[in-house]
T-cell receptor, first 112, second 110 residues
């Protein structure tokens, strides 16, 4: 089973460029999440979705947009990348909003 | 702000010793979870303990929860080099989405 798959795994951007991170899950989970992980900060929630066609803001949503057009996919977009968005991004999914999270392997983004 | 905070930030022990990590949180919760993250990898769920439970075991893992003190501990017995990882607690924010702490870095020396 693939579980949660993130693409790409690595990306380098220049300031002002845009990009989209793709997350796909094959567990038929309703809930999906995007976190960012920075040294010493743990994981911080960017946006999440409670079902197809829905999205909601997390703790650090500024500078990011998301879409959940299909239940299995959750996209994270950066419209105009900034060096402060250099981070490791993790996608996760769950059956229940407070249940066990299944994580992808992460996408390492560097903004120069 | 983070709901859960782990203590210590880093822990270094010898193989075979026990490792104890603590998590404190601020608000009422429905459950508390512990996750492990190996270097460069995603987080993996270890164990979930509900607010009406005081202790839970899974293999070499023992988790306790004290809701009166708003704290939890994760004990790894007979540690192995493969246990070297970062460990995170996560709590639901008033029954809402999970919030993670900053983690404890565990190093097990062989």
């Amino acid at each position: 089973n693939a579980g949660v798959t993130q693409t790409p795994k690595f990306r380098v951007l220049k300031t002002g460029q845009s990009m989209t991170l793709l997350c796909a899950q094959d567990m038929n989970h309703e809930y999906m999440y995007w976190y960012r992980q920075d040294p010493g900060m743990g994981l911080r929630l960017i946006h999440y979705s409670v079902g197809e066609g829905t999205t909601a803001k997390g703790e650090v949503p500024d500078g990011y947009n998301v879409s959940r057009l299909k239940k299995q996919n959750f996209l994270l977009g950066l419209e105009s990348a900034a060096p402060s968005q250099t981070s490791v991004y993790f996608c996760a999914s769950s059956y229940h909003i407070t249940g066990e999270l299944f994580f992808g392997e992460g996408s390492r983004l560097t903004v120069l | 702000s983070q709901q859960g905070e782990e203590d210590p930030q880093a822990l270094s022990i010898q193989e075979g010793e026990n490792a104890t990590m603590n998590c404190s949180y601020k608000t009422s919760i429905n459950n508390l979870q512990w996750y492990r993250q190996n270097s460069g990898r995603g987080l993996v769920h270890l164990i979930l303990i509900r607010s009406n439970e005081r202790e839970k075991h899974s293999g070499r893992l023992r988790v306790t929860l004290d809701t009166s003190k708003k704290s939890s501990s994760l004990l790894i017995t007979a540690s192995r080099a493969a246990d070297t990882a970062s460990y995170f607690c996560a709590t639901d924010d008033y029954g809402n989405k999970l919030v993670f702490g900053a983690g404890t870095i565990l190093r097990v020396k062989s």
